[in-house]
């Protein structure tokens, strides 16, 4: 790792965001360095030409001096990009700037000086326009969470550059006050270079123009007016507070420090330490306090601190001590700690609102808040002065009333922003659940109840029949004969050979209503053809049904697939005695069963108590150690190239736990939003992954569950999340081979994922290796079998042979076909895994389920291709079957049609065959896959993968 790469990761820089890190950085020091130096030299030249009571006037036509400026621009970005406004507004500063000067060198007219410090709002205008949309449009709120504040530091480390300079440059005589502003302007100009690099960078995202007022975003409706109106007072009040105190600083300052060079140096050094102090709250305390207790308490400690000095102040009046210092505390808060916590906070309210409003609001803030802001302090002042109360006392009292608006305004936002993240939630659409809904299975011999009227002992001797037809039509009449006996009948038809005897036995025993027959029933619900019509006869059955699951479950050892099944059903029936059920399956050894019970628990609305809270949290923290070793694995495997696949699968294992523990979050608050959040958290198109992290804090109650899930919502690296939980969860740090070995031993992964990992282990040749491979030959999963026996026989030949001999000896006909049948592979891609592999990474299909892809997968055959070998149409119609399609799974291709275009494929892409196509040629050694199963690419292949556990 290189020192640069050390202090990225330090700084929490990700690698992709250093060069624009970087350029930000660049263009808020080079600027803001100007700007600095512009303000102390403009700010003294003025009060040394003016009075005080010239101020209140300056703020009032600054403000109006801005809303022209701003109301210009917002009129330019209709017609111009951002990318190009940007670049003009900075050369246009600088131009206006040089002619000011020229006047002034030329007249020395006080006016001109009166124009200089009204340009300070020019200045800061198009810093704070050029930077902060800039930044807001190159970063999500996740990374802005992180980078704002480092960033803004340029303008921090500028602040203390310029203000040293300016006091070193004047008491050393080396230059006059009014020949700083030439300085400030050359630092100005020089900020060119980085805007224009900052938008050349990003001219996809910095090339938009301002919609037109007919224009509408489909996502504004996620943010309430109140949100809006609220942006705007917070942007108007602050400035309005800034410049009564700027007000009280300012005339203090003049009548302690009359003479100019005094009074440069004064501001100069009062500025540097202010700077100094700014930077170490900005650097440091800033993303303590905000990671801690989120962006809302930024906005709240301003307003909240200057209420506290100015009690203080009142209170230092009354007993006749100079209040001097508190003023230049005061002017330090509104200034260095406002720019550090409320503009940085500040900033990322605009986050949550969709991309153009968020735009348009940020325009209209700067065109009429801030402005107004300017306006109301001036005239505050203004009726001050008129009425002799100009003195520190009077002013701050009316500074009093501002800053508790301020601070109700705050608390009014934090609830705001609270509900709007909600909002966005809440507007998201959950997949759909068709589980809670099943439908009646109608037998075919049901219709015949009302046509055929036979005694009991007739429909007995049906019941008897060996004609399957005929005992089918006996398990409807039994429903209808009205006997109490009719029902044991019934239970030899549910033991019936045949299935479609056995199904309708099942439809009418829910029609007969007798909970007795529920043990014979139950049995019927572990295989695939019966489970939906057992369920739906046990949900017609209802509550008593339930009274036999418990037995049933003992009888059959807590066989996990039974578990599974009566969980499903016990939720699809509801109730107290269902609920009863599913709470004591929270408790149980296997971590599946918890699962479907709590997922189960939801869906009925059962609200957890105390006790059960507990049982959740331990559940929740296997839960988050799962999640954190996936990551974990994923960044070990990332070393090596040939396990991208993997890589994929296990990015898809931990969206399955992520569901998970949203799933006990749901059920910890009784609230089905959670479910919501995987939606927004592992879609790339969603903004409001930047934010979760906020999201879930208003979500969830209790402490003990945000400190162990809060981090996982963070939009932060991945080694960043491990670092976060090291100390909770600790994880290792594993060669690729040795994270192979732990996946394959790992419980709760799906088989896909295992036996994607065996597969990898072929290229690996120790002992340990084939060991691992050894072990999962006689695995329940044919999948895992198969890839374990293949790559024994590549490589340790001779175990294999041993093995086979040792399953032939032992007549496990499973086991000893599975070895013949790898013996005739010819290479890897007759694996039924990688053929799955093939179908989901080819975006061919999205399942991947166990047993739909074993079907499909035998529909693919291998062909192997020789670098340059043609193959034409002539090739398939030699197969002895139609191929409609292909997958590379190695090497490229290229394909050429009858009008003579070509198409280059390379691995996992998949063609169909037209009958455009005229011939492919193989671009260096290459394998396909050819298919009779239809080829049609559904979705992009990272929101394609599914696995099962």
């Not at 802005?144 to 004047?170: C, D, P, Q, W």
């Not at 508790?404 to 705050?410: D, Y």
């Not at 043609?870 to 090497?891: H, K, M, N, R, Y």
Request: hydrophobic letters at 45%; one cysteine or more.
């Amino acid at each position: 790792m290189t020192r640069s790469d050390a202090i990225a990761n330090f700084l929490t820089i990700r690698q992709e965001e250093k060069p624009m890190v970087l350029l930000l950085f660049g263009y808020s020091f080079c600027i803001s360095l100007g700007l600095y130096i512009y303000y102390t030299a403009a700010t003294t030249l003025f009060l040394t030409k003016f009075d005080g009571a010239m101020l209140p006037v300056a703020y009032i036509a600054g403000g109006l001096f801005l809303f022209i400026i701003a109301k210009s621009n917002s009129f330019i970005q209709k017609y111009i990009k951002f990318s190009s406004l940007a670049i003009g507004l900075v050369l246009s500063l600088t131009l206006s700037l040089v002619i000011l000067l020229l006047c002034y060198e030329i007249t020395e007219n006080k006016w001109i000086i009166f124009l200089l410090y009204l340009w300070i709002r020019a200045n800061l205008f198009v810093f704070s326009f050029t930077f902060w949309v800039s930044a807001s449009r190159v970063f999500d709120l996740g990374q802005a969470k992180r980078l704002y504040s480092l960033i803004g530091t340029g303008e921090v480390l500028a602040s203390i550059a310029a203000n040293f300079l300016v006091k070193t440059l004047i008491s050393e005589k080396i230059v006059q006050v009014e020949e700083l502003l030439y300085i400030a302007l050359t630092f100005i100009a020089c900020s060119l270079f980085f805007i224009s690099r900052i938008t050349t960078k990003n001219r996809e995202r910095l090339s938009f123009k301002r919609s037109a007022r007919t224009a509408t975003d489909a996502t504004i409706s996620s943010v309430s007016k109140k949100y809006s109106v609220l942006m705007y007072l917070l942007g108007l009040i602050p400035l309005a507070c800034l410049y009564i105190i700027e007000f009280s600083f300012s005339v203090d300052s003049k009548a302690y420090f009359p003479d100019k060079e005094q009074l440069a140096i004064f501001l100069g050094q009062f500025l540097f330490i202010c700077s100094i102090i700014e930077f170490l709250v900005k650097g440091v305390l800033f993303r303590f306090v905000t990671a801690t207790y989120g962006i809302m308490s930024g906005l709240i400690l301003m307003p909240v601190s200057l209420i506290i000095v100015t009690i203080l102040l009142f209170f230092m009046t009354t007993i006749n001590v100079k209040v001097f210092f508190l003023i230049l505390i005061s002017r330090f808060l509104i200034t260095s700690v406002r720019r550090s916590f409320s503009d940085t906070s500040y900033q990322l309210l605009y986050q949550p609102i969709p991309g153009k409003e968020s735009i348009k609001l940020q325009n209209q803030v700067e065109t009429y808040a801030k402005p107004l802001g300017y306006v109301i302090a001036g005239l505050s002042l203004i009726i001050l002065l008129k009425f002799n109360l100009s003195n520190t006392i009077y002013v701050y009292s009316f500074l009093l009333v501002f800053l508790i608006i301020w601070a109700v305004l705050a608390f009014m936002m934090q609830k705001e922003y609270k509900s709007t993240l909600l909002n966005i939630l809440s507007l998201t659409e959950l997949p759909k659940n068709n589980l809670s809904k099943i439908a009646t299975p109608v037998s075919e011999g049901q219709e015949l109840i009302n046509k055929v009227n036979l005694e009991f002992d007739a429909i007995i001797g049906l019941s008897e029949s060996t004609n399957s037809e005929e005992r089918k039509q006996s398990a409807c009449l039994l429903t209808s004969s009205g006997r109490y006996s009719s029902f044991k009948y019934l239970i030899k038809l549910l033991e019936d050979k045949d299935i479609s005897v056995r199904l309708a036995a099942i439809t009418a025993a829910s029609q007969m209503n007798r909970p007795e027959i529920v043990p014979y029933l139950l049995p019927c619900i572990l295989q695939p053809e019966l489970k939906l019509a057992t369920q739906t006869s046990l949900h017609k059955l209802g509550e008593s049904a339930i009274d036999y699951f418990t037995s049933y479950v003992n009888k059959n050892n807590n066989n996990i697939d039974v578990l599974i099944s009566l969980i499903d059903t016990a939720k699809i029936i509801g109730g107290p005695k269902a609920s009863r059920f599913l709470r004591s399956k929270l408790v149980h050894q296997s971590n599946e069963v918890v699962d479907k019970a709590t997922e189960s628990l939801i869906e009925i609305g059962y609200i957890v108590n105390t006790s059960e809270e507990s049982q959740l949290i331990a559940q929740l923290d296997l839960k988050v150690d799962t999640y954190l070793w996936i990551v974990s694995a994923e960044i070990d495997l990332k070393k090596s190239e040939a396990c991208n696949t993997l890589v994929k699968a296990l990015s898809k294992e931990r969206k399955s736990v992520m569901l998970k523990i949203l799933k006990i979050l749901s059920l910890l608050r009784g609230d089905k939003k959670f479910e919501k959040i995987v939606e927004l958290m592992f879609n790339p198109e969603s903004k409001a992954k930047s934010y979760l992290a906020d999201l879930v804090s208003f979500l969830i109650e209790l402490e003990e569950v945000k400190m162990r899930v809060l981090t996982l919502f963070e939009n932060i690296s991945d080694y960043e999340i491990l670092l976060k939980y090291q100390d909770r969860y600790p994880q290792q740090n594993l060669s690729p081979e040795q994270r192979l070995l732990s996946i394959i031993n790992k419980d709760n992964l799906s088989i896909w994922t295992k036996a994607l990992a065996l597969k990898q282990l072929l290229n690996y040749t120790d002992e340990k290796a084939i060991n691992a491979l050894a072990a999962n030959t006689t695995a329940e999963s044919i999948v895992l079998a198969e890839t374990a026996f293949f790559g024994l026989l590549k490589l340790n030949p001779v175990r294999f042979i041993e093995l086979s001999s040792y399953f032939k000896a032992k007549d496990d006909r499973k086991y000893a076909a599975l070895c013949a049948k790898v013996q005739s592979y010819n290479d890897k891609y007759d694996l039924v895994i990688s053929k799955a592999e093939a179908l989901v990474f080819s975006r061919v299909t999205r399942n991947w389920n166990l047993d739909y892809l074993q079907t499909i997968s035998g529909s693919l055959t291998v062909v192997s291709l020789q670098d340059d070998q043609l193959v034409e149409p002539a090739f398939w119609d030699s197969q002895a079957s139609t191929i409609t399609g292909f997958i590379v799974i190695e090497g490229s291709i290229q394909i050429t049609n009858e009008d003579y275009t070509e198409t280059i494929l390379a691995t996992f892409d998949c063609q169909s065959l037209p009958d455009s196509v005229k011939s492919i040629r193989a671009i260096g050694n290459s394998s396909l896959y050819v298919t009779e199963y239809p080829l049609t690419v559904e979705k992009p292949a990272d929101q394609r993968l599914v696995t099962t556990a």
